[in-house]
């Protein structure tokens, strides 16, 4: 049983930063952070292969977010630099048990967190 609990949201200006925490319990291959904004389609922002370590990036955050996780394995973080406006919405952690998951779509994500909100003001 997959498990993840977020936690770290909140406000925040333009250019500023924040970091998400995800704490995850259970075997998974992939965990992901995708990101739900008013009247947008939710998108998958990074993606952390658990073996492999390999990281994957919307060209929307590239260079700005970082995902990673600690040593234990049991929290995975979301660290947001120079943070806009447009990158306000819920978070949600994500966790996929299926083989290439680094590279598939949302589809393959069946376990999720609860959400924590984002908010950049300009």
């Known amino acids: 049983q997959v498990q993840l609990v977020e936690s770290g949201g909140g406000s925040v200006q333009a250019g500023g930063s924040l970091r998400l925490s995800c704490a995850v319990s259970?075997?998974?291959?992939?965990v992901a952070w995708l990101r739900q904004a008013p009247g947008k389609a939710r998108e998958k922002v990074a993606t952390?292969?658990?073996?492999?370590?390999?990281?994957i990036y919307s060209d929307s955050v590239k260079g700005r977010f970082t995902i990673s996780r600690n040593n234990a394995g049991n929290t995975v973080y979301l660290q947001m630099n120079y943070l806009r406006p447009e990158d306000s919405g819920m978070y949600y952690c994500?966790?996929?048990?299926?083989?290439?998951?680094?590279?598939?779509?949302?589809?393959?994500?069946?376990?999720r967190g609860q959400g924590t909100q984002v908010t950049v003001s300009s």
């Open positions: 259970g075997y998974m291959h992939c």
């Open positions: 952390f292969g658990t073996t492999s370590h390999d990281t």
């Open positions: 994500a966790a996929s048990g299926r083989a290439g998951c680094l590279y598939k779509g949302l589809d393959a994500y069946g376990w």
